[in-house]
Every structure is written in C-alpha cells, then in structure tokens.
C-alpha cells in the first residue's frame, strides 16, 4: 500500500485561458532560460527555483514517453501546431471577434509537500533554504510513475491528442505538474469549453466536482493522497485568485498544523476505524458461514444419492469465495492497522501542540518571508499573479495620484491646498510607499497583516475592518482603487484597534 500521511490532500488546479500561453510563460514552464537568468530567478527574494535541480524537470510527451523537456518550440507554437494539423480554428484569431472564447484549459496536479517529496526524493533530505546545493539529489521512480498516472488520467477524460504540453517540476519547493489542454469538441472539430467542462456555472462546478472526485480515487488515493474538500461541500463562494493565493495553501499545507485541523483528522479517523472495524466483523461472520457450508457439503460427498460433480462445482465455487472474503480481509485489516497508527499520530500531535505556547504576533519582515513562502508552496501562476498585482497596484497608484492633484494644478492657494486635502492627494503622497505595501496585503486579503503593517509604520490601523473583500461587481481597477483608499486611511496617525492574543 501507498505510504499515508495524516491530512495529505492532492491538488488539482483549473484555469481557464482566453488568451493564450505568452512567451514569457512558456519559458518558465519550459526553463528555457540562460544560466544567468535562472541565478538571477534563483536570488529573487520572492522566487523559489532551485538551479542545482533544474536537471530534474521532465515531460511526459505522446504515447507516454518521458524525456527532458524540449525547448524547441514555445507552448504556443505547439498548441498552433495542432490546431493546423487537425483543421481546428483558433476562435480569437478572427479580427473581428467581439468576445473571446477559453481556448485553454491550464492544470495544476500537486499536493502535500512531504508527501510529495517522499514521491520524488525517497529518503532523500532537500535543503529549502536559499542559495543551497542540492545537486547530489536524484530523480526517484515513483515521481515518474505518479506523471504517468497523472497524463492517463488526462487523456482518458480528455484525449491524448488535446494535450499540448505536460511538464513535471522538481526544483521548486513542492514538485507538480503544469498541464495545458485544448477543450475540443471531437463531432464538431472545434474549440469548445462548454462541451468538455459544461455550459453555465452550475453545470461547470458541477463537472469539476466530479473531475476532482475521479482525480481522486483513479489516482491519488494509491498515492496516499486524499481528495481536498470542494467547494460544494464547504459552501464556500467562489475565490478570486487573491483568495485563492491564501485559502488553497491553507487548506493544503496548514490543515495538519492546526488544532481545528487535527481535531477534524482525529474525528475522520475514528469514523474510518468504526467503519472498518465494521467490515472485519462482517467479512468475519461471513468466512464462518462459508466455512460451515462447505463442512455440511463436505459430508455429503460419497451419500448415496447425492451428485459427486454437483457437490463438487458447489465446493470449488465456495473456495472461491472464501479466497475473495480472506483477500478483503487482509485489506481490512491492513486498512485498520494504517487508520490506528495516523489515529495515534494525530492524538500525540494534538496533545504536543495544546502544550506549546503559540506566539500570535508576526514581526513584518518575517510576514513578508512568509507570504513569498506560500506563493511559491502553490505553484509558479500564484508568484505570476503576485507580480501582477504588485505591477497594477502601482500603474494605478500613480494614477490616482495624478487624478487626485489635476483639480488643483494651476495655482496653489490657500483653498486649493484644501481642495488637495479633500481630493486625497496629500493622505496619498504623505507615505507612498507604506500606503502600496499595505494595499498589497489587503488585495490578496492578508488583512490582519495589513492592519499590522500599517501600525507598525506610523498608522492608525484604519478601525473596523469587519466584512473586507473583494465585491462581486468589482473590475481589478475598482478593486485597486479601494485597496488604496482603505491603504490611505490605514495610514493616517489615530487611535490604534487594540488586538487580543
């Protein structure tokens, strides 16, 4: 049986594309990078690849063959490239389009970091801290094996032919597979999401339920993976990828190191060892009918006036049986053995963590450590959008920066140094750079760090911020611009929220 750790959820991430895989994506994908380049990436403070393990990566191509990844040609090429040859139309290459349709659907396959690792390193013990050599670490089989496992269960669901590339990374903190495939539909040749993943919101979570729910039991579950919890089953609403960011490395990395997680893992546990418990009792009472039924035919072979070749087809078919009943016995049993043992393991874990003192302040220089920690435990898109928020909160900042001054630009007088002040030019200019790192932490909703930030630099916390987030109606420039008025006002000099331990 698989090696099972307590908690360990598999990661199967969904994106749609509307636009194409661009260069620059395509040559991180593919490490299509110069020596230079990659150090530079390897020393960027937010960045987690690790160049003594780029010679890991691989790619799973047609037919299932493994190989270094080919940088011969550009995702997009290659996705052109398929296009062309099955007479596929690119629906957005028209001039004339007015909407764009998803003409790529991008996974992610993944999951718990030590799980992950035992995979793809054994016993091997990979150095994380930045700047370490971890060139003597080797390629383990079963990384290879689980790709494998992965890439099938792709093509079943969707057709080999559809995939456009399917890379594996080691060299980054949590190995995983970035996975591009075309939604096409096989009785039109086209491009069609709604045929492959449904049409509307409903039908679509609906399908990626069931996806996620297969991905499990056809894949992970040999794997010692659990399916992670959906958000039909958490009621939760759908993220934004700010949310995202946050709520997917909770649920994945943290679940186990928490109380409330453990408490959870501990009740899931016992019903397991019921259940099983259960099933031994049963399958038990069962053998020992067999075992009875076979006596009673034993006795009749040789009776006058019983058929010998009747009583024995009857006979082999209960040994039959009684192999299928011992076999699901076994199974039981080792399943119960496993179920006791992460039962114990969880109960020691909880009772040492009750134990320890948790401090709950966060000094802000490691909060930033932490958070360029989580982006990179995700996936390499989370670090992508990261970046973009960073790139649009400053454009936009500048923006309004401008906007706010325009009313008053002509002269400088006694009331339009006022007007400054109503327009928000002089709460944004006062500590420019405080009031984006704070916007920063509140658009990918770290708002208690944010809250933290902002005190820590000479601000007044902002009051209440009960009920943060994005609206469903905002577009990213709505969005920034309330990240950076709430930023602003978080900055003024006031009365601190007090905060419990």
């Known amino acids: 049986m698989a090696n099972t750790i307590s908690g360990a959820k598999q990661v199967m991430d969904i994106r749609k594309n509307k636009d194409g895989i661009s260069g620059a994506e395509s040559n991180e994908q593919q490490r299509k990078w110069s020596r230079d380049f990659l150090q530079q990436k390897a020393n960027d403070s937010t960045a987690n690849y690790d160049p003594t393990r780029v010679h890991l990566n691989f790619e799973v191509t047609k037919g299932g063959k493994i190989q270094p990844i080919d940088t011969s040609r550009t995702i997009g090429q290659k996705m052109n490239d398929i296009l062309e040859a099955r007479g596929i139309p690119n629906p957005n290459a ?25 995979i793809a390193f054994g016993d091997q013990k990979v150095d994380l801290s930045k700047g370490a050599d971890n060139s003597n670490i080797t390629r ?76 499990s039991i056809e894949v992970n579950l040999q794997w010692g993976l659990e399916r992670g919890n959906s958000t039909r089953e958490t009621k939760a609403k759908n993220r934004s990828m700010e949310q995202y960011k946050s709520d997917l490395v909770r649920d994945v990395q943290k679940l186990e190191d928490t109380v409330e997680g453990l408490k959870k893992q501990i009740a899931t546990e016992e019903r397991k060892r019921k259940s099983f418990t259960t099933m031994i009792e049963n399958l038990q009472k069962h053998k020992e009918e067999i075992e009875a039924e076979l006596d009673e035919l034993g006795k009749l072979l040789g009776v006058e006036g019983q058929n010998p070749e009747e009583l024995v087809k009857k006979i082999n078919k209960l040994r039959k049986e009684m192999e299928t009943v011992n076999s699901k016995l076994d199974e039981r049993k080792q399943m119960l053995d496993n179920t006791i043992a992460l039962l114990t393991q969880a109960k020691e874990k909880l009772d040492q963590m009750k134990a320890e003192e948790t401090d709950t302040s966060v000094k802000i220089d490691d909060l930033k450590k932490q958070h360029a920690h989580l982006l990179a435990t995700v996936n390499d898109n989370v670090r992508v959008e990261a970046e973009r928020v960073i790139a649009n909160i400053n454009g936009t900042f500048y923006k309004m920066m401008s ?87 978080m900055m003024k000099p006031g009365l601190r929220r007090s905060r419990g331990r």
């Open 94 to 118: 028209r001039k004339d389009v007015k909407r764009k349709q998803n003409i790529l659907a991008q996974f992610i396959f993944g999951g718990n970091r030590k799980r992950m690792h035992e």
């Open 140 to 215: 383990k089989e079963g990384i290879e094996k689980w790709a494998l496992d992965v890439y099938r269960f792709v093509c079943r669901k969707f057709g080999e032919e559809n995939i456009v590339s399917f890379y594996v990374h080691l060299d980054e903190i949590n190995p995983h597979i970035h996975c591009a495939l075309l939604p096409v539909d096989p009785n039109r040749n086209r491009i069609s999401w709604r045929f492959r993943f449904g049409e509307g919101k409903k039908e679509e979570q609906e399908r990626f339920h069931q996806l996620h729910t297969d991905f």
């Open 403 to 489: 906007e706010a001054f325009e009313p008053v630009l002509d002269s400088l007088d006694r009331d339009q140094r006022d007007a400054l002040h109503e327009s928000g030019f002089y709460d944004l200019a006062d500590k420019a750079n405080d009031v984006i790192g704070t916007a920063l932490l509140l658009a990918i909703n770290y708002v208690n760090e944010a809250t933290q930030y902002a005190e820590s630099h000479g601000g007044g916390g902002g009051g209440s911020m009960s009920g943060w987030g994005r609206k469903k109606d905002d577009d990213d420039d709505q969005w920034w611009r309330r990240c950076i008025r709430q930023a602003a006002a």
